[in-house]
């Protein structure tokens, strides 16, 4: 019997222009044939029932089957040989149909690598009705494990894009492909394998990462998991009993509540600062004849229940995804209609995150009024998030796939380790070396996003450790063969899943370009090279530096001495040279864009592209 790894399935895109390998398990000693096309190749199943060879460099443009089958060694068991039925041995021949030979890319990281073509369905509904057969993806699904690398994947497969399955594809490696494809018309295949809120220790081997990794016994995981359940089910039971709202049917609109503004900062009022239930109501007035069918409620930290008259039309468990809540036939009426929104506010400070639209029907969401329903005296138990523990990603989500031949690695991820962004350009470094070793594929592309713009809420830009960890992905530049996509201009500073992926993707596509495919194109923002002072001008020279421009509002640089207070100090373009006029002899370091999101001008170069924040130190 012979065992294929699921990679290796219908549909499936082979790496062109190389002799791709294949491997897969049988009985100790069994001979393996494969066939594709008009050619054959054999392989031996070593004691462990191992085995792997390589396939031809075959011609793209075509659709090829691949036969794999297997003749039972002579050491094996002749009473099993016999007891075998006929449908046994039919599992000795796979048959795979409609593969393609074109260009397969590795797409990791976390959320916004992860976010898929559904989210952004609504404001690009011309996306979701593309179709092409030569895009196609192999989604992994979420998995970890502790205790060593799986060999396989589960029940995962390839498909190709097409209006039923391109909500399922992630939003930024599918621009990606959508880019490369229109400008080489070759097959793409996508291995999308990423986890929200993940860190770039889960994605370690064990031996990359080199510590303590927990939860490597059996039943640990689950163990912890019923812990948490168990603990995250007592505080919400108990915030149930305790909130009069439930008890008084307040999802009626049948309370008097105060006059507030949800959109503004809970760390500043009395009551919304703490955790608990808060309920807000609101009044629209519909128009006759107009007969809205979604209730939009921009998005709310944590999670909501939203009530339309009553009718319970929508609800959401956790802070990020966008609330879209179609109503339901007969739930409005011509006149006065009552908005509810119950909020739980349960680890951190709540609230209606601002500059989002809050509307029914087009209508905007006014007049809101605010009654707490319960306060709580600790927030809710914070359970273990498994997808940020070292090397379980690694294990469940990658190893399965290292042996496959690709052109390439695209990453995005970064966020989960803002916490501690000092060493992460030393980590990112043994990821990538670690991987292009169990790829044994030599120093393949490795093209990875910056963090983009985004503010996070109630904390200001010296504590939070993203232009920390900016700058920290800008030095990992020094890793040969990468390359880095800026994004400081692509997110949303109110969003930590800016929706505009097709950029990201675009942008992606470029370096791509130039690293995978030797295109000799501006595929980079400007990027810091160094600042010398020269009789009180500092001069800022940058690699990518042509045709430089602002965006925006004027452009400034932060300049300090040793004592590192920065001062802002404007500046302006000389040519392919930033100039910062009346520094004093005392500097030492200059930055830029030092914040988590910028509001000022921004410096691009003749593509469009932005320049990357940085820091550094002042020459003489």
Not at 76 to 81: K, L
Not at 560 to 589: H, L, N, Q, W
Request: hydrophobic share 35%; net charge negative.
């Amino acid at each position: 019997m012979i065992r294929l790894p699921r990679l290796f399935s219908d549909g499936m895109v082979l790496q062109r222009d190389t002799e791709p390998r294949i491997w897969g398990w049988a009985d100790p000693g069994a001979i393996i044939e494969i066939k594709i096309g008009d050619h054959f190749r054999s392989a031996k199943a070593d004691e462990r029932g191992n085995w792997s060879c390589v396939l031809p460099r075959l011609e793209t443009g075509s659709a090829y089957s691949l036969t794999v089958s297997s003749a039972a060694s002579s050491t094996a068991s002749s009473a099993a040989s016999s007891a075998a039925s006929s449908a046994d041995r039919a599992n000795d021949r796979i048959v795979i149909n409609n593969i393609l030979l074109g260009d397969v890319w590795i797409c990791s990281g976390q959320s916004n690598m992860e976010l898929p073509m559904a989210r952004i369905a609504s404001g690009s509904p011309d996306e979701m009705n593309g179709r092409n057969e030569l895009i196609r993806q192999f989604l992994v699904s979420r998995s970890y494990r502790y205790d060593g690398p799986d060999d396989d994947f589960d029940d995962d497969h390839w498909e190709s894009a097409c209006p039923e399955t391109l909500p399922r594809f992630y939003a930024a490696s599918y621009f990606f492909a959508k880019e490369l494809y229109a400008r080489y018309g070759v097959p793409i295949g996508l291995i999308n394998s990423a986890a929200g809120g993940s860190s770039v220790e889960a994605w370690m081997s064990k031996e990359t990462y080199g510590g303590v990794v927990p939860y490597r016994q059996p039943g640990d995981i689950e163990k912890q998991q019923k812990h948490d359940l168990e603990k995250i089910a007592a505080w919400s039971q108990e915030l149930d009993s305790r909130d009069k709202g439930l008890k008084e049917g307040w999802h009626t609109g049948s309370f008097d509540g105060q006059p507030v503004d949800p959109t503004a900062d809970w760390a500043h009022h009395p009551e919304l600062s703490r955790n608990g239930a808060f309920w807000f109501k609101c009044d629209v007035d519909i128009p006759d004849g107009l007969v809205p069918d979604i209730l939009l409620l921009g998005c709310i930290r944590d999670a909501d229940y939203a009530y339309i008259n009553g009718v319970l039309v929508g609800e959401t468990g956790y802070q990020y995804p966008p609330r879209r809540y179609p109503v339901p036939p007969g739930v409005l009426k011509p006149g006065r209609n009552t908005i509810v929104v119950r909020v739980l506010s349960q680890r951190r400070i709540g609230g209606f995150v601002p500059d989002k639209q809050y509307s029914l029907g087009g209508i905007e969401l006014i007049g809101w009024e605010l009654k707490t329903g319960a306060f709580m005296d600790r927030p809710m138990h914070e359970p273990v998030m498994f997808e940020k523990v070292p090397t379980g990603l690694w294990n469940g989500m990658m190893a399965p796939a290292a042996p496959f031949t690709v052109r390439g690695v695209i990453w995005y991820q970064g966020e989960s380790n803002t916490s501690s962004p000092d060493g992460y350009s030393d980590k990112f470094e043994k990821l990538v070396w670690s991987w292009r070793k169990s790829w044994d594929l030599g120093d393949f592309p490795f093209l990875y996003v910056q963090l983009a713009n985004y503010k996070i809420p109630h904390t200001p830009s010296e504590q939070t450790g993203w232009p920390e960890l900016r700058e920290q992905q800008r030095l990992s530049l020094r890793i040969p063969n990468t390359s880095m996509v800026v994004a400081i201009d692509a997110g949303e500073w109110n969003d930590l899943h800016p929706l505009n992926k097709s950029e990201i993707g675009r942008r992606l596509a470029l370096v791509a370009m130039d690293k995978a495919y030797g295109e000799d194109i501006l595929s980079s923002g400007p990027l810091f090279d160094k600042a010398r002072l020269t009789g009180g001008t500092l001069s800022i020279s940058f690699a990518n530096a042509i045709g430089l421009y602002i965006k925006g509002q004027s452009l400034s640089m932060e300049i300090a001495g040793e004592d590192r207070a920065f001062i802002e100090m404007e500046a302006f373009i000389d040519c392919d040279t930033v100039i910062v006029p009346k520094v004093t002899k005392g500097a030492s370091y200059v930055r830029y864009l030092w914040v988590d999101a910028p509001d000022g001008g921004l410096l691009y170069n003749s593509a469009g592209l932005p320049a990357s924040p940085f820091e550094g130190q002042i020459e003489r």
